[in-house]
């Protein structure tokens, strides 16, 4: 059963920076493409970042680009999202998710999901 837990959200200011964390288990975390999303109250939840298996490819959404950097680091199982310049826009539940398919190259598609951080960013 694939384990992802959450850390590091919180209340912060506008302008202000927040580091979320997302430690896996029981899976093959340098195989899979690892992913961000974010919900909000009474929205859908929402890609916010994703890193390929390796690393060397990310991809944002445009609400988030330049001002979220997505990482990982594959010795210690563990995924990142650097947010900067944060917003009260982008308070929400964070949740980590890992890719379904084996070194994906294609679009990422979550196969499970992490239990959620929640993140406000207070105006």
């Known amino acids: 059963q694939v384990q992802l837990v959450e850390s590091g959200g919180g209340l912060v200011q506008a302008g202000g920076s927040l580091r979320l964390s997302c430690a896996a288990s029981?899976?093959?975390?340098?195989?899979?493409?690892m992913g961000w999303f974010r919900q909000a109250p009474g929205k859908e939840r929402e890609f916010v970042s994703s890193?390929?298996?390796?690393?060397?490819?990310?991809k944002y959404a445009d609400s988030v680009k330049g001002r979220f950097t997505i990482s990982r680091d594959n010795a210690k199982n563990t995924v990142y999202l650097q947010m900067n310049s944060l917003k009260p826009e982008d308070t929400a539940v964070y949740y980590c998710?890992?890719?379904?398919?084996?070194?994906?190259?294609?679009?990422?598609?979550?196969?499970?999901w992490g239990q959620g951080t929640q993140v406000t960013v207070s105006s």
């Open positions: 998710a890992v890719d379904t398919y084996l070194y994906s190259s294609s679009e990422f598609k979550a196969a499970s």
């Open positions: 890193i390929t298996w390796s690393g060397d490819n990310t």
């Open positions: 029981r899976f093959i975390f340098s195989a899979y493409a």
